[in-house]
């Protein structure tokens, strides 16, 4: 993710959380008479795989705000440490989170999930790994030795974390010589993006990138690529979609009237705008659909946050 925004984000938060704690309050806002909060807060963070999602959550905003009665405040992050260290202080009540970070929440904060999203009933995705067609020299993951390869950031779950997994589990390899130069790739760069990287390899500037499965599919759709002219010689495992999770100490009646909120919701064009596929829905995320995520950690040596 763009580092200039972790950093903006992160102050943003802190400053909130300064003014909030300066004001003297340890939770985002006061009980009414009834116990239920008058304000909850949510962040969410940019889809890696569609950047533009940000910024299309004010109808959703007012449709919440609306079904629960009270002030819903919806802001957009881009740094899941500073989010989760948030709701662990109480200042936040609901977060985005990545496959890593749902694992990295638990480990801090008495979190239960809400939903996660499917599209054309599938709730995970892959990550492809691909070359140009007329490659001849890379047809499947062992044909990448010696190659210049491209992933997509250090912080991306389907541009790095999964494909770096992949590999060192199929090769064999050493998770922290993966990028070294000459160990197993010639050179590795980070595109930034998932669509540069799939440019990247179709341009000829690496000979090989993993990239996330729709995104590939999207450009093609698109016409920015011709997905015939690259071939995917392997994938990761399924990846599970990004999840919403509450705080546990929200009060239960809230919390049903939340989940059932996201369950129900059925704009269309909020679908469209911030996936870029309307017949994505929200369903019920359980705390086993991210049991795969510590293997992955304990095999790149990732720890939770303490």
């Known amino acids: 993710m763009n580092m ?3 950093v903006l984000f992160g102050l943003t938060l802190l400053a909130s959380i300064g003014f909030m704690t300066a004001c003297g309050s340890n939770k985002t806002v006061s009980a009414k008479a009834d116990g ?18 940000g ?5 959703f905003q007012e449709d919440m705000s609306k079904a629960l009665g ?29 496959p890593m970070s749902y ?82 790739f010639k050179t590795v760069a980070y595109s930034g993006k998932h669509d540069s990287s799939v440019m990247g390899v179709a341009k000829g500037d690496y000979e090989a990138a993993a990239v996330a499965a729709q995104v590939l599919q999207s450009m093609d759709d698109a016409g920015l690529v011709k997905k015939d002219k690259l071939k995917i010689i392997g994938e990761t495992q399924e990846i599970p979609n990004a999840a919403y999770v509450m705080r546990k100490d929200l009060p ?22 911030f996936y870029k596929d309307d017949s994505v829905k929200f369903v019920e995320a359980h705390d086993t659909d991210y049991e795969s995520i510590k293997e992955m950690m304990k095999v790149l040596e990732i720890e939770g946050e303490k």
């Open 252 to 273: 239960e009646e809230l919390k049903k009237k939340i989940k059932d909120f996201y369950l129900n919701y059925d704009d269309k064009e909020y679908f469209k705008a």
């Open 55 to 59: 910024g299309k959550n004010k109808k």
């Open 103 to 184: 694992y990295q929440a638990k480990e801090r904060v008495e979190i239960e999930p809400i939903v996660t999203t499917s599209s054309a009933g599938k709730e995970a995705y892959r990550t492809v790994f691909i070359t140009k067609n007329d490659n001849d020299k890379i047809n499947n993951l062992k044909d990448l030795k010696g190659s210049n390869f491209a992933f997509v950031d250090p912080a991306s779950s389907s541009g790095y974390l999964y494909p770096k997994y992949e590999l060192v589990k199929e090769l064999d390899l050493e998770q922290e010589k993966v990028e070294e130069p000459n160990y197993f």
């Open 36 to 53: 239920m909060p008058e304000k909850i807060t949510i962040v969410t963070m940019p889809d890696e795989n569609n950047p533009e999602a």
């Open 70 to 98: 009270i002030e819903v405040d919806v802001m957009e992050g881009a740094d899941y440490a500073v989010g989760i260290e948030a709701m662990k202080n109480e200042k936040l009540d609901i977060l985005l989170v990545s």
């Open 4 to 6: 200039k925004k972790n």
